[in-house]
């Protein structure tokens, strides 16, 4: 996990990986200026979704982030950079649920 910022688990634990003052790796081309969050867990399969208690502490951590970091102003999925390689409409469903906050 040390390539994302910020890892969230299942019941909500938000766990800290690199510092957000070090480039990270999350999405190849597109790290400058950005902060890497990732769910734990296999979202494959169809209907697969982070729980709500990890929707709930994302909401949170980007809005405590966002507060933190003034110049972050958009929030991304990864199937925006890749759209082939993630299911987009998951990804689309997964922010606009964090976008209501």
């Known amino acids: 996990m040390q390539i994302y910022h910020w890892a969230i688990a299942a019941y909500g634990t938000l766990i800290q990986g690199r510092p957000e003052n070090v480039l990270g ?3 190849s081309g597109h790290n400058i200026g ?3 969050i990732s769910f734990i867990g296999n979202f494959e399969n ?7 208690a990890a929707l709930d502490a994302a909401a949170w951590l980007i809005r405590d982030l966002q507060r ?3 110049t972050i102003v ?4 990864h199937s925006y950079f890749a759209p082939g390689n993630l ?3 998951r990804n689309q469903t997964m922010l606009n649920w964090i976008a209501r906050f």
Do not use: W
């Open 46 to 52: 169809p209907g697969d979704m982070p729980t709500q």
């Open 25 to 27: 790796e999350h999405t």
């Open 68 to 70: 933190q970091h003034p």
């Open 34 to 36: 950005s902060i890497g």
């Open 74 to 77: 958009t929030v991304v999925a």
């Open 87 to 89: 299911d987009f409409a």
